[in-house]
């Protein structure tokens, strides 16, 4: 029995998927009785990567949603709207629909999934996660029975494109920005991906799965890349590190709370310094990688292509198949949950980010002058954050001559005598006493810059 399949979007993902629809030989057999029976465009005009029959496409994409025809919406389109109101019109209607959508999921999932619920129809978003990583499913699924206490990843092709090029050839980042920009894997206005937005709105959708309620978007603190100097980079490959763009889920305390109790998440997005033998470590170019760990499997790594018309169109056929699959058996009949999106059974709370725990890289430009580590470390001190290294680096031109603010160059005081360059990794410790520690340190006469600061895992 042939399915129809409306797809609302034909850009790179949108053609993917219609390729593959296009071109069941040797894939699943289920793929031969997917049939693509209306697709919605922006521009009937524009030429496509492959050739559909005109009567296929459409400027209105309500018109495909609610074609008789159809009976998976497939939205491809991204963007919040029309895209949140596709898919809930798609749901009302009956009928089940498959995203990519990362930004509308992580925004209005829970009004998705409410909708979907009273319909009993199914939304699924394995591809708006990791591109082609299964990690949606095994998720809700494989991973149930566990105690999850931290999801982290490298969720952003993008920005680990750039950290990639960065460390292996101390490139600067606004020139590998420009090339990853001419190779296609970052957009012309590439604010979502190198301020940390894409890799928020990724992790908010995996800690809700993990930790069963919905995870505010709008709470997640999250710093991109854009600000990132390659002498960081350089000195943390010299430290023992890589930095990473590291989007983070974690539980605070066992994981034992009592009934209707909220689970205290600390959930961010920061560039962050792995040590070289942790398992994110090794992941480069445009891969990604999601790291589970939990009680009683321990860590699980998911890792793979993150982005591309291939990959991401991989996840939305599988989807599709899973839920065609389960049409052929009986649906809820035969005991599966009628909405695998986003199903909550507890009420999830982030924690206010001056109470989490981490540990600190902190590049400081000073004057050169006896002493001055020593002051450095009782700020630190007085402020009860223990120093795990303290190294001065030889200064470099330019070094020492920013004014306070920030803002820009000043007189370099010729009489001050010359600069030094120190970082600083700390142990673990609360945010808040560590922002006490740099504002002591700020204020030292000795210190011209706190030039640099990032979590150090």
Same mark, same amino acid.
């Given at each position: 029995?042939?399915?129809?399949?409306?797809? %609302?979007?034909?850009?790179?993902?949108?053609?993917?998927?219609?390729?593959?629809?296009?071109?069941?030989?040797?894939?699943?057999?289920?793929?031969?009785?997917?049939?693509?029976?209306?697709?919605?465009?922006?521009?009937?005009?524009?030429?496509?990567?492959?050739?559909?029959?005109?009567?296929?496409?459409?400027?209105?994409?309500?018109?495909?949603?609610?074609?008789?025809?159809?009976?998976?919406?497939?939205?491809?389109?991204?963007?919040?709207?029309?895209?949140?109101?596709?898919?809930?019109?798609?749901?009302?209607?009956?009928?089940?629909?498959?995203?990519?959508?990362?930004?509308?999921?992580?925004?209005?999932?829970?009004?998705?999934?409410?909708?979907?619920?009273?319909?009993?129809?199914?939304?699924?978003?394995?591809?708006?996660?990791?591109?082609?990583?299964?990690?949606?499913?095994?998720?809700?699924?494989?991973?149930?029975?566990?105690?999850?206490?931290?999801?982290?990843?490298?969720?952003?092709?993008?920005?680990?494109?750039?950290?990639?090029?960065?460390?292996?050839?101390?490139?600067?980042?606004?020139?590998? %920005?420009?090339?990853?920009?001419?190779?296609?894997?970052?957009?012309?206005?590439?604010?979502?991906?190198?301020?940390?937005?894409?890799?928020?709105?990724?992790?908010?959708?995996?800690?809700?799965?993990?930790?069963?309620?919905?995870?505010p978007r709008a709470g997640i603190a999250?710093?991109?890349?854009?600000?990132?100097?390659?002498?960081?980079?350089?000195?943390?490959?010299? %430290?023992?590190?890589?930095?990473?763009?590291?989007?983070?889920?974690?539980?605070?305390?066992?994981?034992?709370?009592?009934?209707?109790?909220?689970?205290?998440?600390?959930v961010r997005v920061h560039p962050t310094?792995?040590?070289?033998?942790?398992?994110?470590?090794?992941?480069?170019?445009?891969?990604?990688?999601?790291?589970?760990?939990?009680?009683?499997?321990?860590?699980?790594?998911?890792?793979?292509?993150?982005?591309?018309?291939?990959?991401?169109?991989?996840?939305?056929?599988?989807?599709?198949?899973?839920?065609?699959?389960?049409?052929?058996?009986?649906?809820?009949?035969?005991?599966?949950?009628?909405?695998?999106?986003?199903?909550?059974?507890?009420?999830?709370?982030?924690?206010?980010?001056?109470?989490?725990?981490?540990?600190?890289?902190?590049?400081?430009?000073?004057?050169?002058?006896?002493?001055?580590?020593?002051?450095?470390?009782?700020?630190?001190?007085?402020?009860?954050?223990?120093?795990?290294?303290?190294?001065?680096?030889?200064?470099?031109?330019?070094?020492?001559?920013?004014?306070?603010?920030?803002?820009?160059?000043?007189?370099?005081?010729?009489?001050?005598?010359?600069?030094?360059?120190?970082?600083?990794?700390?142990?673990?410790?609360?945010?808040?006493?560590?922002?006490?520690?740099?504002?002591?340190?700020?204020?030292?006469?000795?210190?011209?810059?706190?030039?640099?600061?990032?979590?150090?895992?």
């Amino acid at each position: 029995m042939t399915i129809g399949i409306g797809l %609302l979007g034909l850009g790179t993902v949108g053609a993917g998927v219609a390729a593959i629809l296009a071109s069941p030989e040797g894939r699943h057999p289920l793929v031969a009785e997917l049939e693509l029976k209306r697709v919605a465009v922006r521009d009937l005009s524009r030429p496509r990567p492959l050739n559909l029959a005109p009567e296929l496409l459409s400027t209105c994409a309500e018109a495909v949603i609610d074609d008789p025809a159809v009976d998976i919406v497939v939205e491809v389109m991204g963007g919040l709207e029309p895209a949140r109101s596709l898919i809930l019109r798609a749901i009302a209607a009956g009928k089940p629909v498959v995203t990519a959508n990362k930004a509308v999921i992580a925004r209005y999932g829970e009004e998705i999934a409410a909708a979907a619920a009273a319909q009993g129809v199914y939304v699924l978003i394995e591809a708006a996660v990791g591109g082609g990583i299964p990690i949606i499913e095994p998720l809700k699924q494989s991973l149930g029975g566990n105690r999850i206490q931290r999801v982290s990843g490298i969720i952003n092709g993008t920005t680990n494109y750039i950290l990639s090029r960065m460390a292996d050839e101390g490139a600067a980042y606004a020139d590998v %920005l420009a090339d990853a920009q001419r190779l296609g894997y970052a957009e012309a206005d590439p604010a979502a991906d190198v301020q940390g937005g894409d890799a928020a709105d990724k992790i908010a959708i995996l800690a809700g799965l993990a930790y069963g309620g919905p995870v505010p978007r709008a709470g997640i603190a999250s710093e991109g890349i854009d600000r990132l100097d390659a002498r960081d980079v350089a000195y943390a490959a010299q %430290l023992g590190f890589v930095v990473k763009l590291v989007a983070t889920a974690e539980r605070l305390g066992a994981g034992t709370e009592a009934p209707g109790e909220p689970v205290q998440l600390d959930v961010r997005v920061h560039p962050t310094l792995l040590p070289k033998q942790h398992p994110l470590a090794g992941v480069h170019g445009v891969n990604n990688a999601i790291l589970v760990e939990g009680d009683p499997v321990g860590q699980v790594m998911f890792y793979g292509p993150g982005a591309g018309a291939g990959p991401t169109a991989s996840a939305v056929v599988a989807d599709i198949l899973n839920i065609a699959g389960i049409r052929q058996v009986g649906g809820a009949e035969a005991g599966l949950d009628p909405l695998l999106a986003a199903s909550s059974w507890r009420r999830c709370e982030l924690v206010d980010g001056s109470t989490s725990r981490h540990r600190n890289y902190v590049r400081l430009h000073t004057r050169d002058q006896a002493g001055v580590i020593g002051r450095i470390g009782t700020c630190f001190g007085a402020a009860g954050v223990s120093i795990q290294s303290i190294v001065q680096f030889e200064a470099r031109e330019g070094d020492g001559n920013t004014d306070q603010s920030g803002e820009g160059p000043s007189q370099e005081d010729p009489s001050a005598g010359p600069c030094a360059e120190i970082v600083v990794i700390t142990h673990e410790v609360q945010e808040s006493h560590f922002r006490q520690a740099l504002a002591a340190i700020e204020n030292l006469s000795e210190v011209t810059t706190v030039a640099a600061c990032l979590r150090t895992l």
